[in-house]
């Protein structure tokens, strides 16, 4: 999550899918997990990472930067499905904290990283120290 403020997170997710969101997020991201630290701060909810393999299949990137992930924590035998291009994190059945991958068109919960704030989304909002914004 490149350094970002942890403790700005300040709401529960709200369900999207992954294509949507890319889409409609301009200011923020997708937050990235650059640290073991950060995955476990962030394992108690089923959301959307900025991970996909779309350009090419099995070259799991971020895709806010393109760059190739580093740190990873991938469910054992994961990812698998080839149709499943978008990475997620606390798949329900197994343990909180791992990596799974999934269809971009499912709709779960997410988090957005804007200028090394880290945010939970619902309606696309956000607080930081006592003051809202709309991203």
Known sequence: MGGGDLESIVTKSSLRNWTGLVHRL????LAGIERKEENEWLKKQKLWLDLNDLSV????RWFS???????TNWIPGQPDYASEDCGQMNYPSHKKGQWNNLSCDAKIGFICE??????????LVWQEKGEEAVI
């Open 65 to 71: 930067t393109g760059k190739s992930v580093s740190y």
């Open 57 to 60: 299949e099995g070259n799991w």
């Open 26 to 29: 301009q200011k923020a991201n």
């Open 114 to 123: 804007l200028s090394g704030m880290v945010i939970f989304a619902r309606s």
